[in-house]
């Protein structure tokens, strides 16, 4: 994600989700990164300074697996630098809700009204996800790649969505026990021995 060589127009750096005290990153495979809890933050960093105004919750979309938008109950632009990411040029996005299990689709817009643009107009140089296409004027041709961070995205044209996707996968955990012999049904105690209330009178036959 470097400046796309031709025209100067702003890329996406890096997608990290806050998960508890960790960063993730998000790459380019589908999805690109799997979590076993809701993040509570997304955070994007771009390659230069943007335009404030055209950051807005109408230029990023969260989408669930069956196409349903995920609101957000915040999206903050920072020009200078974001204390959890320590680099410049990021937006934070809060989904409103906890995200239940399944797959999660992000969209950066460049294209349209809603599109993301630098500080002279010039839109968002997209692509993600999966192979990158090549980057315009490279020769032999290759992708678009940040030197620091190995990051592929754009392809050297101004005006294109930035995709990529995550998947939450929670963990099964066990909600409740129960014993039940031919009278009586009991949860089951997290103390031992178990309070007279969980105790059965006779042996549990399940």
Request: glycine share 8%; with cysteine.
């Amino acid at each position: 994600a470097t400046e796309s060589r031709d025209f100067g127009a702003p890329v996406v750096q890096n997608v990290q989700l806050q998960v508890g005290t960790q960063l993730l990153a998000v790459g380019p495979a589908t999805p690109g990164a799997i979590v076993n809890v809701s993040p509570t933050e997304i955070i994007v960093t771009f390659s230069e300074d943007l335009d404030p105004r055209t950051v807005t919750r109408d230029s990023f979309v969260l989408v669930d697996s069956t196409g349903t938008i995920v609101p957000l109950s915040s999206l903050t632009f920072e020009a200078g630098t974001n204390r959890t990411t320590n680099t410049e040029n990021t937006a934070t996005l809060v989904p409103s809700v906890a995200l239940p299990d399944g797959n999660y689709r992000m969209t950066f817009l460049g294209f349209g009204s809603d599109a993301i643009t630098d500080i002279d107009g010039i839109r968002l140089d997209g692509e993600f996800p999966g192979r990158q296409t090549t980057c315009v004027g490279t020769n032999p041709a290759r992708p678009c790649t940040v030197v620091a961070t190995g990051y592929d995205s754009g392809n050297g044209l101004p005006g294109g969505n930035f995709v990529a996707t995550f998947s939450v996968q929670e963990a099964p955990r066990i909600t409740r026990v129960i014993a039940r012999n031919a009278t009586a049904t009991t949860a089951l105690d997290s103390d031992f021995p178990p309070a007279s209330t969980f105790r059965l009178s006779t042996p549990p036959t399940i």
